[in-house]
C-alpha cells in the first residue's frame, strides 16, 4: 500500500481499500472487523466540515470576502500581495485548499491582466510623447526598449510573486485549523485510538488544535510573504511599508482600484442566503471552540458524555438542507385563496450539488489507514516494531524530530499528504512509546510538516493549479519553495517546544503509556 501510495500506481483511494480484501485473506482481522473501521467519528467531524464549506462555495461567499480585503488594502503591489496572502489563508482555513487557490487564482489572472493593460498603456505614452523627437541619432529608442524590458520584468515577477502567494499560502493555511486539510483528519483519528487504547481522552480538539497551529500558520505565512516581497518586488527595509508608493504609481494603481471596487459592486448587496451561510458557519465555530475549553467547562457538559466535535458539525450540515435560500414569506396566511399556487423553498444546499463536490476519496483513505494501524496492533507489528524502533534511544528527542520533520517535508513533495500522513502515524505512535515520550510529541508536528509541500508542481493540488497557470517555471517553485522547506521546519520544532509544550505537555509522558513499553524494556535488558 505504501508503495501504490507513493507511486500512485491505482488511485489513492483504490489503494486504500486492499485492507478489506487481503487483511481476512490473511488471516489478520475478519471482514467484519476490517470495513468497520473504515467510516468512524472523524469521517463525521469531515463530512460536516465539508457541508459547511460547500455551502460557502456555492453561494460566493468566499470571493465576497475575498474582494472586499482587496477593496480595503488597495492595488500597491506591497498591499495586495498581503491581501491575497491573507485572504488565503483564512479561506483555506475552512474551505477546500484546491477550491480556495481556483477561486484566488481566478481573481490574481484578472487583477494582472489590469496590471498589464496599465503597464503597457504607459509605454505607449511615453513612446508618443517622444516621438517628435526621433531620428537615427536619437537615444530615445534604445531608451524606449529599456523602459519596456524593465516594464516586463516588474510584471513577471509580479505575477510570479502573486501566483506563489496563493499556492503557499492555501498550504500553510490549511494547518492552522482542525478542518483545514487532510493530514490533520489523519492525526486526529490516530490519536484518538491511541490515547483511547489506554483509557485516556486525546487532548485533541478544534479549540486545542488553534491553541497549537493558529499562531504557527500565522508566523509563517507572514514570513512568506516577507520572502515574496524581497525576493519578487524587491522591497528592502523600510520599503515593506505599503504606504511608500511613488506618487506617479498611485494614480496608475487607482485603475486596479477601480477594477476591484468593480467587481465587488457587481457582487451586489449581500443576499439572504449568503447571510445565512455566513451566520451558521460563525455558529460552527464558536460551538467546536467552546465545546471543550480545555478542562474548564464548555457546552459539552450540559450533555451526557460521548459529544465531540463531530456532533456540531453534522448538526450545521444539516441545516444546510433544511434552511430556505431565500426569506420565508407569510402571505399565505393572510390570503385565504386556497388555490393560490406556492413557489418552492430551496434549501442552501442540494444533494446533487454535495455529490459532485464532496471528496468523497479522502474517506477511503482515512479508513484505509485506520484498517492499517488496528491490524498492526492485533497482529503485533506494532509491538515488534516497537523493539526496533529503540535504537533511537541514544538521540536527543529534539535532534530526533527535527529529522523526522525534515524526512516527512521532503517526502510529502512527490505523494500525498494524506498519504504520507497515514503511512507515517503508526511508525511514530510505535516510535514515541519505545522512546517514552508523549505519542503526541512525534505525531502532531510531523502531521503538519505534510503540509509543507512547496517545492514541486505535483507536491499538492494548490501547487498544480498554480503551476498551469503558465506563469511559473518549475524551477521557481523549487528554489522558492526549498528555503520555505528550509525555514518552517525550525519554526515548527519551536513552536512545539514553546506554547505547544505548554499546553499539551509534550516533555511529559502519561503513566498509562510507560507501562507499555516495560515488556519491551525487560525483554532488551535479558538480551
Not at 507513493?6 to 488471516?27: K, R
Not at 434552511?323 to 402571505?331: A, G, K, Q, V
Request: glycine share 6%.
Amino acid at each position: 500500500m505504501a508503495v501504490y501510495w507513493v507511486t500512485e500506481a491505482m488511485p489513492i483511494a483504490v489503494t486504500a481499500l486492499a485492507p478489506v480484501v487481503f487483511l481476512p485473506a490473511l488471516g489478520v482481522m475478519s471482514a467484519k472487523d476490517t470495513s468497520a473501521v473504515y467510516f468512524g467519528e472523524t469521517s463525521m467531524l469531515f463530512m460536516g466540515g465539508l457541508l459547511v464549506a460547500i455551502a460557502i462555495e456555492t453561494w460566493n461567499v468566499h470571493k465576497r470576502i475575498a474582494l472586499l480585503v482587496l477593496k480595503v488594502v488597495g492595488a500597491e503591489p506591497k498591499c495586495l500581495l498581503f491581501g491575497i496572502c491573507m485572504v488565503t489563508w483564512f479561506l483555506s482555513m475552512w474551505i477546500s485548499n484546491t477550491a480556495t487557490t481556483a477561486m484566488m487564482m481566478t481573481i490574481v489572472q484578472a487583477l494582472l491582466q489590469q496590471f498589464k493593460a496599465m503597464s503597457k498603456h504607459q509605454l505607449n505614452q511615453n513612446s508618443n510623447g517622444s516621438s517628435d523627437r526621433r531620428d537615427s541619432t536619437s537615444p530615445e529608442p534604445l531608451k524606449r526598449k529599456h523602459n519596456h524590458e524593465r516594464a516586463e520584468a516588474e510584471f513577471l515577477r509580479l505575477s510570479k510573486a502573486l501566483s506563489l502567494t496563493v499556492a503557499y499560502s492555501a498550504n500553510i493555511g490549511g494547518i492552522a485549523s482542525l478542518t483545514g486539510t487532510g493530514p490533520n483528519f489523519v492525526l486526529y483519528a490516530a490519536a484518538q485510538k491511541v490515547f483511547e487504547d489506554v483509557g485516556l481522552k486525546s487532548p485533541i480538539t478544534f479549540s486545542s488544535w488553534l491553541i497549537y497551529g493558529l499562531p504557527l500558520s500565522l508566523i509563517l505565512v507572514c514570513i512568506m510573504w516577507l520572502w515574496m516581497a524581497v525576493v519578487f518586488l524587491r522591497c528592502r527595509g523600510g520599503c515593506l511599508c505599503c504606504c511608500c508608493a511613488p506618487e506617479a504609481n498611485k494614480k496608475k494603481l487607482e485603475k486596479v482600484n477601480a477594477m476591484i471596487r468593480d467587481e465587488y459592486n457587481n457582487l451586489g448587496p449581500i443576499t439572504y442566503a449568503q447571510a445565512s451561510v455566513l451566520i451558521l458557519f460563525f455558529l460552527l465555530v464558536v460551538a467546536w471552540i467552546t465545546r471543550d475549553l480545555g478542562g474548564v467547562g464548555g457546552w459539552a457538559d450540559w450533555f451526557p458524555p460521548g459529544l465531540s466535535d463531530s456532533t456540531p458539525s453534522i448538526l450545521f450540515g444539516m441545516l444546510m438542507f433544511v434552511l430556505p435560500s431565500t426569506p420565508p414569506t407569510f402571505s399565505m396566511f393572510k390570503n385565504r385563496d386556497r388555490s393560490m399556487t406556492h413557489t418552492k423553498v430551496t434549501p442552501l444546499l442540494k444533494w446533487s450539488l454535495v455529490h459532485e463536490k464532496m471528496h468523497w476519496s479522502l474517506f477511503l483513505l482515512l479508513g484505509g489507514g485506520f484498517a492499517i494501524a488496528k491490524a498492526a496492533t492485533v497482529s503485533g507489528l506494532s509491538k515488534w516494531m516497537g523493539e526496533q524502533l529503540m535504537v533511537f534511544q541514544s538521540l536527543n528527542q529534539w535532534v530526533v524530530l527535527l529529522i523526522i520533520s525534515y524526512i516527512v517535508c521532503f517526502a510529502t513533495e512527490v505523494t500525498s499528504n494524506s498519504a504520507i500522513a497515514t503511512l507515517i502515524m503508526p511508525i511514530l505512535t510505535q516510535m514515541s512509546i519505545s522512546l517514552q515520550v508523549n505519542p503526541l510529541f512525534f505525531m502532531y508536528p510531523a502531521a503538519i510538516a505534510t503540509s509543507f509541500a512547496f517545492m514541486l508542481p505535483v507536491a499538492t493540488p494548490p501547487n498544480a493549479i498554480v503551476f498551469a497557470s503558465g506563469t511559473l517555471r518549475v524551477i521557481d517553485m523549487v528554489m522558492n519553495g526549498l528555503f520555505l522547506n528550509i525555514i518552517c521546519v525550525p519554526i515548527l520544532v519551536f513552536a512545539t517546544a514553546t506554547w505547544g509544550n505548554a499546553y499539551f505537555h509534550f516533555d511529559q509522558v502519561p503513566e498509562e503509556f510507560l507501562r507499555n513499553v516495560t515488556h519491551v524494556a525487560q525483554k532488551l535488558g535479558s538480551q
